[in-house]
């Protein structure tokens, strides 16, 4: 089963206005983190927003913000006052543990191309 | 400045060679991994080490090495094991301090078999 599923391959959306990205997640581990990430045709992987697991107000940085909805495992991403700069893929991610042993791991969705139009 | 960096940003290899990536970081993270990225896809872990002289196979190891003897130090190779290395490659570093810290991540290496 997948772990992180991101079911938009590709998004427009209108210059000035929000998007929503959407994730869903897969784990059994209760203690886990949710990330998302934005890489331009560069290739950089820029860190966005962090969500834990036990954190009971959703995520805000700017922008972005993290809509967590943590019975349906879901972590979609809102961009609001989209600009010709976010034009970029977005990968969603989760970390959790993978022993007992402090061992985490960070597994990628296979992201969404989300283009900015004028 | 604290960051990661990767070298070379390309690199060609020959069928049949090894190559070595490297990446090194400043941040004083005792976590790393190395991911790969192909075409419109998302990243694959590689390997990933917590802590110096230690490291554990990801979902994609065949055909790969690493060692770890130094914390600031994380080379990969790509032997001629693996079948198809033309690639993106991605070296992340994350501290074990924080839980709520990210991953880090270097530029990346793009690397083609002629």
């Known amino acids: 089963a997948q772990k992180i599923t991101q079911t938009q391959p590709g998004m427009f959306v209108q210059e000035k206005e929000a998007v929503t990205l959407d994730c869903t997640y897969d784990?059994?581990?209760?203690?886990?983190?949710l990330f998302w990430y934005k890489q331009p045709s560069s290739g950089e992987m820029i860190f966005l927003i962090y969500?834990?697991?036990?954190?009971?107000q959703n995520a805000t940085e700017g922008r972005y913000s993290l809509n967590f909805q943590k019975a349906r495992k879901s972590a979609n991403l809102v961009i609001s006052a989209s600009q010709l700069g976010d034009s970029a893929m977005y990968f969603c991610?989760?970390?959790?543990?993978?022993?007992?042993?402090?061992?985490?791991?960070?597994?990628f969705g296979t992201g969404t191309k989300l283009q900015v139009i004028p | 400045d604290g960051g990661i960096t990767q070298s070379p940003k390309y690199l060609f290899r020959k069928e049949g060679q090894n190559v070595t990536l490297s990446c090194e970081q400043n941040?004083?993270?005792?976590?790393m991994y190395w991911y790969r990225q192909d075409p419109g896809q998302g990243l694959r872990l590689i390997y990933y080490?917590?802590?110096?002289?230690?490291?554990q196979k990801g979902d994609i190891a065949e055909g790969y090495s690493v060692s770890r003897e130094k914390k600031e130090s994380f080379p990969l190779t790509v032997t001629s094991a693996q079948k198809n290395p033309t690639a993106f490659y991605l070296c992340?570093?994350?501290?074990?301090?924080?839980?709520?810290?990210?991953?880090?991540f270097g530029p990346g290496t793009r690397l083609t078999v002629l």
């Open positions: 991610a989760m970390r959790e543990a993978v022993n007992s042993g402090g061992y985490q791991k960070v597994t």
């Open positions: 784990t059994s581990d209760p203690s886990y983190g």
């Open positions: 969500q834990g697991s036990y954190d009971q």
């Open positions: 941040l004083n993270h005792d976590a």
């Open positions: 080490s917590q802590i110096v002289n230690d490291f």
């Open positions: 992340a570093s994350q501290s074990r301090q924080k839980s709520t810290d990210t991953q880090y």
